[in-house]
């Protein structure tokens, strides 16, 4: 195996950082390089400049490589300025945001972005939903559920809290989550309060084997956490659910962020 | 004032569509257009792509604008076709991804990325965060507090919670939080359990205006969420975390993601 090329990647930004961090996804197009992700929010003076640039040219001098530098500061004398020292920019003022301005007829706001600020778009509705996620995980209560946008349900250790809370957060959907438990699977039929709510529930499903790996970290040895039964509450769990024809997702191979994408494009439909 | 130009933003990708959506954050410097932001994810076939080019169509005939695309499509046959609308299109492998192979000198995967899903690079590490902080939320235990990469304090509703959840769900952060509640104004030192963790504490307030409307949404007309009691509260917080000498945020005019990125930078002083 060849060693992988090390390299360090910036994300320097005059606000959280966040928008310019997210492209850090896409350096795992190039998985032959080892990329160092660098955070350095907040950049909105000639004092923090100068220290970004000094921490790019010891990442030059360690890696032997020069940086990637993903930036976005609005203010155009320190943007400059930043790119006096060498590394690969790549700035999302001059790239993304100044040729959309032109398509847009409008000239950009140059201050930080205030997409991550409780003044972006749905700061509000995000909060609300986080505090309806955690009061609504586990089926911890029913008062409120009317309210509830989408509501997960699964056998226990199935990735619902995960999800919910990502759903919250990322999109400001109020999830709920509900376990599906052995007396579920005798009556074969839903938790009764679910009943109501039909057209609002989607359900996980995982792997038999990864059950049994998740609950034995939490419960070793025990009935709930040993293969036979998490077979066994799976198998009820999916017969169930496809019974009454609620939608389906394997939690096994996916991340809440692909299981939230799953989610929200059926909740459109 | 003047009517907003109404314009369909669409963010259309064969994965996620996450790392796309999340440029939607740059819009925010466009304030005289109101977008309406449209995520299209897992578009991997040829059919997909027909169905999102009839919803661009469609948009552009509703708002009289023609829309913004931001796309992240590996297949150069798909992206192409994509194209074959009208429409402003910023191809993130175009303009972001080919660009920096060639710095790189490596062909860059065209497979969906692998960022959002668990293979992605701390995957497994920020669904153990989001655990750990559901698990130490408000002082909930005591157990694996050493675990703690940072322990979140202040009084009820400063902000504590969804702080140490965006933590962990952004950057697998382990933050656990811990009430600061009358007993320990009166006795004026912090939580005996604490103590050992001096470097690990950082303190969220809040202005008590703020404070008397988040209590009041939860108990109205108590002593809890009176205004002279949310000042007191706040002011005897703020002088034992002085004393103490805890590093402090205000949580009245910041989000989640700013007061996230504060810890973080404080963290690594």
New interface residues.
């Given amino acids: 195996m060849t060693e992988k090329?090390k390299?360090a990647a910036f994300f320097i930004s005059d606000g959280?950082?966040?928008?310019a961090g997210?492209?850090?996804?896409?350096?795992?197009?190039?998985?032959?390089?080892d990329f160092e992700q660098i955070?350095i929010?907040?950049t909105d003076s000639i004092s923090k400049i100068e220290d970004a640039q000094k921490r790019i040219v010891n990442a030059k001098l360690a890696t032997g490589q020069r940086p990637?530098v993903i930036m976005?500061i609005?203010d155009t004398n320190l943007a400059s300025e930043l790119k006096q020292v060498d590394a690969?920019y790549?700035d999302?003022f001059e790239?993304?945001?100044h040729p959309?301005?032109r398509?847009?007829n409008?000239t950009?706001?140059?201050r930080p972005?205030?997409?991550?600020?409780?003044k972006?778009?749905n700061?509000g509705s995000r909060?609300e939903a986080?505090?309806f996620a955690?009061g609504h995980?586990d089926g911890m209560t029913h008062s409120g559920l009317n309210q509830a946008q989408v509501i997960l349900i699964g056998v226990s250790r199935s990735g619902k809290?995960?999800t919910s809370?990502?759903l919250a957060?990322?999109f400001g959907i109020k999830a709920a989550n509900y376990p599906l438990i052995p007396e579920d699977f005798e009556r074969g039929s839903l938790p009764p309060i679910l009943e109501g709510y039909l057209d609002k529930i989607f359900g996980l499903t995982i792997r038999p084997e990864r059950l049994h790996s998740l609950r034995s970290e939490r419960r070793p040895n025990s009935h709930y956490a040993s293969l036979a039964n998490c077979r066994e509450e799976i198998l009820k769990a999916e017969t169930l659910m496809k019974k009454i024809g609620i939608p389906m997702a394997e939690s096994t191979?996916?991340?809440?962020?692909?299981l939230?994408?799953?989610i929200?494009?059926h909740m459109k439909n």
């Fill in positions: 090329i390299r959280t950082g966040i928008t997210s492209l850090g996804g896409l350096l795992a197009h190039f998985p032959e390089t955070r929010p907040f990637v976005s609005g690969y790549v999302l790239s993304f945001i959309l301005g398509e847009l409008q950009a706001l140059t972005g205030v997409s991550h600020s409780i972006g778009a700061y909060m986080i505090n955690l995980d809290t995960p809370i990502y957060m990322q191979s996916r991340s809440v962020e692909e939230s994408a799953i929200i494009q």
